[in-house]
């Protein structure tokens, strides 16, 4: 069982920044592939970034969004700048973790991010 801690949220002005973290209980090298998704109120989960040994992001936070990774301290981040009201969502961070020939998937509980305007 992997488990998956974020933090980072919060509340932040139109044009402002944030930095979300996600912490696994398993080293990042033992992971296939990490992501960040987010999902607004009455919408679906969407995926905003990901790291599967190449790097994918949303077209939505494309130039404003970064993903990355610290290996010493075992942490995923997602650097969000000029953030605008409709990123508004709760944040997750998603794993995936080989074992015994399958991949599992694993979930935060979740960060709100909220923009005002």
């Known amino acids: 069982q992997v488990t998956v801690v974020e933090s980072g949220g919060g509340l932040v002005q139109s044009g402002g920044s944030l930095r979300l973290s996600c912490a696994p209980s398993?080293?990042?090298?033992?992971?296939?592939?990490m992501g960040w998704y987010r999902q607004a109120p009455g919408k679906q989960r969407e995926l905003v970034a990901a790291?599967?040994?190449?790097?994918d992001y949303a077209d939505s936070v494309k130039g404003r969004f970064t993903i990355s990774t610290d290996n010493i301290k075992n942490t995923m981040y997602l650097q969000m700048n000029n953030l605008a009201p409709e990123d508004t969502a709760v944040y997750y961070c998603?794993?995936?973790?080989?074992?015994?020939?399958?991949?599992?998937?694993?979930w935060g509980q979740g960060t709100q991010v909220t923009v005002s305007s």
């Open positions: 998603n794993v995936h973790k080989p074992s015994y020939g399958a991949v599992n998937s694993y």
């Open positions: 398993v080293s990042i090298f033992s992971l296939s592939a």
């Open positions: 790291m599967t040994g190449a790097i």
